[in-house]
């Protein structure tokens, strides 16, 4: 069973910084494809930020200059650094895993094609 657990969710302020953390262990080996989602209130969820297993990384338009993916190999964990957030940032994030090779782009827009999901953890952003 894939494990991921979500850390780094809260309430900043328009403009501020949140850094989330995903650990799944054993999942460069495993050479799964992983990314991070989102859904805000009254939505359907959305592909944030993918990275593949060659390192390639893909976002949504929504984030694109201002959230950066990455990953540390030697502690099995996946990053998401949010910048300059705004108010329609707020929505529950989600680390997601999936058994099959998919370049970045295709993990983006996979979203609940995803196999395995943690449960989330929420991002407040306030104006």
């Known amino acids: 069973q894939v494990v991921r657990v979500e850390s780094g969710g809260g309430s900043v302020q328009s403009g501020g910084s949140l850094s989330l953390s995903c650990v799944v262990p054993g999942y460069i080996c495993r050479r799964l494809s992983m990314g991070w989602y989102r859904q805000a209130p009254g939505k359907g969820v959305e592909g944030v930020a993918a990275i593949d297993d060659n390192g390639n990384t893909a976002y949504s338009e929504s984030v694109e200059g201002r959230f950066t993916i990455s990953q540390d190999s030697a502690k099995n964990t996946l990053y998401l650094q949010k910048n300059r957030m705004r108010p329609e940032d707020t929505a529950m994030h989600y680390c997601?895993?999936?058994?099959?090779?998919?370049?970045?782009?295709?993990?983006?827009?996979?979203?609940?094609?995803?196999?395995?999901w943690g449960k989330g953890t929420l991002v407040t952003i306030s104006s």
């Open positions: 997601a895993a999936d058994g099959d090779q998919m370049t970045a782009i295709q993990i983006i827009r996979a979203t609940v094609g995803m196999d395995q």
